[in-house]
Antibody
Framework: QITLKETGPTLVKPTQTLTLTCTLSGFSLSTYGVAVGWIRQPPGKAPEWLALISWDDHKRYSPALKSRLTITKDASENQVVLTMSNMNPVDTATYYC?????????????WGQGTLVTVSS | QSVLTQPPSVSGAPGQRVTISCTGSNSNIGAGYDVHWYQQLPGTAPKLLIYGDNNRPSGVPDRFSGSKSGTSASLAITGLQAEDEADYYCQSYDRSLGGSGVFGGGTKLTVL
């Protein structure tokens, strides 16, 4: 069974850097064709595509957030880490990681349960 | 404002057919990028409903179908059921955004 689980702080202060970890189970990021992405969803709003990383370390970022985002992978731990700098209250959202299919241009399935991050002083 | 435009809401009675549109442009859907659809029940993560324009993952009822033409895509739900009441989102990619992904603004389906 393939699962993903997001972990990280539930509360961050404005200007701080957010670090989220996605732990993969049932599949390996070292396997050809595997990719993992991050998506966030502010309360009551649509999901927003953030970043993707592939088994061969190709990365894609949302142009709107590229300057603030870094996505990396730890193959030994089978984890994907997303950092977002200079957090602002408008970044309050549920952050999801999900397996991406289709060589960086495909669909997300399955998704993790998500983790709610609140940005407040 | 989303790159992909969906109607904010649609509704239908049980047993009826409803469609949800997803309108893009020549830099995303019209450029040939596949469209994917997700269903989100309250308090849960989005769930894949349709991938690659018109493919259903195993376990998704054949009441759900997808199509694409030009710069738009559509999700059709036939034989509407109470449990179909949810938010629906389309997703694709956009070459003007460096190939990054984009989601539609979402459509709330109400079963009357």
């Amino acid at each position: 069974q393939i699962t993903l689980k997001e972990t990280g702080p539930t509360l961050v202060k404005p200007t701080q850097t957010l670090t989220l970890t996605c732990t993969l189970s049932g599949f390996s990021l070292s396997t050809y064709g595997v990719a993992v992405g991050w998506i966030r969803q502010p309360p009551g709003k649509a999901p927003e595509w953030l970043a993707l990383i592939s088994w061969d370390d190709h990365k894609r970022y949302s142009p709107a957030l590229k300057s603030r985002l870094t996505i990396t992978k730890d193959a030994s731990e089978n984890q994907v880490v997303l950092t977002m700098s200079n957090m602002n209250p408008v970044d309050t959202a549920t952050y999801y990681c999900a397996q991406n299919h289709g060589l960086l241009l495909g669909w997300f399935d399955p998704w993790g349960q998500g983790t709610l991050v609140t940005v407040s002083s | 404002q989303s790159v992909l435009t969906q109607p904010p809401s649609v509704s239908g009675a049980p047993g009826q057919r409803v469609t949800i549109s997803c309108t893009g442009s020549n830099s995303n859907i019209g450029a040939g990028y596949d469209v994917h659809w997700y269903q989100q029940l309250p308090g849960t993560a989005p769930k894949l409903l349709i991938y690659g324009d018109n493919n259903r993952p195993s376990g998704v009822p054949d009441r759900f179908s997808g199509s694409k033409s030009g710069t738009s895509a559509s999700l059709a739900i036939t034989g509407l059921q109470a449990e179909d009441e949810a938010d629906y989102y389309c997703q694709s990619y956009d070459r003007s955004l460096g190939g990054s992904g984009v989601f539609g603004g979402g459509t709330k389906l109400t079963v009357l």
